[in-house]
């Protein structure tokens, strides 16, 4: 089958498609014919070497933690699945090797029938992601979030989330973005000098809570929370330095966080009810990964980058 992997750090070029064994589901797992597969920020990031201190990985690497596709093979142990269900989910997040023909998932739901298949394939990592940082910092109904970076592909997943618990959510990101935010529910703002006045200007009453999923502005979003424990980031390597939890799910790695799979379930349940897109900034051919990993070492994409099997 054919599979994205790296032999080594470095640009998007070190990316290639290979011709590899298909695997095989385990002990409380499945396998799916991938349709769709996302390409994470954490991966790009995986791939350039930034990374490499705190998760190392075996080379060659294995590319993929979102797919979407049909239940071919499924694991001992495993219930309320079929053959044939269309499902999106997380591939084993050690394991990875979402972005290939065939991939096995640890955790997965329904695809729900609102989706496209490009919808569900890039949706599994942002919903948990969004759960995992909104349940670490216990976001409710009535409080005020911060989002630094709200139109990417994580940002627009925590945008919803917070807003379905209730929240009032505040967004950062480009001009030309605003009009996008209002849609998925935020109050837009500009990142930049001056985000501490605008922040409040627009909250006077103060942010509870802060989700940095841009990087290189913890100063200031500390300053707006008021307390470093009141801000997670999801980019920036400095966040020790400042007292704030950077928040990733690599296992057996410091730091990591228990995946918060159960934000699978809910997005199924959001998106049913018509309260949760998947904005989809761009599809690739899987034999065009790398294209798509120069698309996103930009940080411009406007909402997910999806691969097309």
């Not at 496209?116 to 109904?141: I, M, P």
């Not at 911060?146 to 001009?175: D, I, K």
Request: with cysteine; glycine share 12%; net charge negative.
């Amino acid at each position: 089958m054919r599979a994205v992997q790296f032999s080594s750090y470095g640009p998007p070029s070190v990316v290639e498609v290979a011709d590899v064994p298909p695997p095989h589901a385990g002990p409380g797992e499945i396998r799916v014919a991938v349709r769709t597969s996302g390409i994470s920020p954490g991966e790009i990031r995986l791939r350039s070497g930034a990374l490499r201190d705190a998760v190392p990985v075996e080379f060659p690497f294995r590319t993929g933690f979102d797919a979407a596709g049909v239940v071919d093979e499924i694991g001992p142990g495993v219930t309320a699945v079929a053959l044939g269900d269309a499902v999106f989910g997380m591939a084993p997040a050690k394991v990875r090797g979402a972005n290939a023909d065939f991939a096995v998932l640890a955790a997965w739901a329904p695809k729900p029938a609102a989706w496209s298949w490009a919808e569900a394939g890039g949706a599994a990592g942002a919903a948990e992601t969004a759960t995992r940082v909104l349940d670490r910092l216990a976001v409710g109904a009535g409080q005020t979030v911060l989002v630094q970076g709200a139109a990417g592909g994580t940002g627009t997943a925590v945008v919803q989330f917070a807003a379905a618990r209730g929240a009032r959510v505040v967004g950062t990101a480009s001009p030309g973005n605003h009009e996008f935010l209002r849609a998925l529910g935020a109050e837009p703002t500009t990142y930049g000098p001056g985000l501490v006045d605008r922040v409040r200007a627009l909250a006077p009453s103060g942010v509870d809570a802060v989700v940095d999923c841009a990087g290189g502005a913890l100063p200031d979003l500390v300053a707006v929370a008021g307390d470093p424990s009141r801000v997670v980031t999801l980019a920036d390597f400095t966040a020790a330095a400042h007292g704030v939890h950077f928040s990733h799910g690599a296992p057996a790695t410091p730091g990591a966080d228990p995946l918060a799979v159960h934000g699978l379930a809910a997005a199924v349940t959001l998106a049913d009810e018509g309260r949760l897109w998947i904005p989809v900034a761009a599809t690739f051919p899987l034999s065009e990964v790398v294209a798509a990993h120069e698309l996103a070492e930009t940080r411009h994409a406007r909402g997910k980058i999806v691969l097309l099997h």
